[in-house]
Nanobody
Framework: QVQLVESGGGSVQAGGSLRLSCAAS?????MAWFRQAPGKGREGVAALTSDGTSRYADSVKGRFTTSQDNRKRTLYLQMNSLKPEDTAMYYC???????????????????WGQGTQVTVSS
């Protein structure tokens, strides 16, 4: 069982930046960030494997960057040039997703954090 604890959410104006953190209690091959806006499904945002393979949703490419500190077992999501449409609850996920095409599929992840709210105002 792996426990995940997110932090770093908040409110920011459009064009601003936030950094999310996700501390994991154990090792998994892949970790990812998902988000869910009110009335919408949960979508994959960014994912990273322990050997450095990454994948980003088209909507955040060039603006978001995910990275990890293996020593601290912590995953980060640096979000720049934030837009109002980025407003959502952001969840950290961990699992054994293998293959680039599966990295943003929520069914590939077994463990989920409690979520942290990101609100971007125009």
């Amino acid at each position: 069982q792996v426990q995940l604890v997110e932090s770093g959410g908040g409110s920011v104006q459009a064009g601003g930046s936030l950094r999310l953190s996700c501390a994991a209690s154990g090792y998994t091959y892949s970790m990812a960030w998902f988000r869910q806006a009110p009335g919408k499904g949960r979508e994959g945002v960014a994912a990273l494997t322990s050997d450095g393979t990454s994948r980003y949703a088209d909507s955040v490419k060039g603006r978001f960057t995910t990275s990890q500190d293996n020593r601290k077992r912590t995953l980060y999501l640096q979000m720049n040039s934030l837009k109002p449409e980025d407003t959502a609850m952001y969840y950290c996920a961990a699992g054994g997703a293998r293959g680039w095409s599966l990295l943003l599929e929520r069914t590939e992840y077994n463990y989920w954090g409690q979520g942290t709210q990101v609100t971007v105002s125009s």
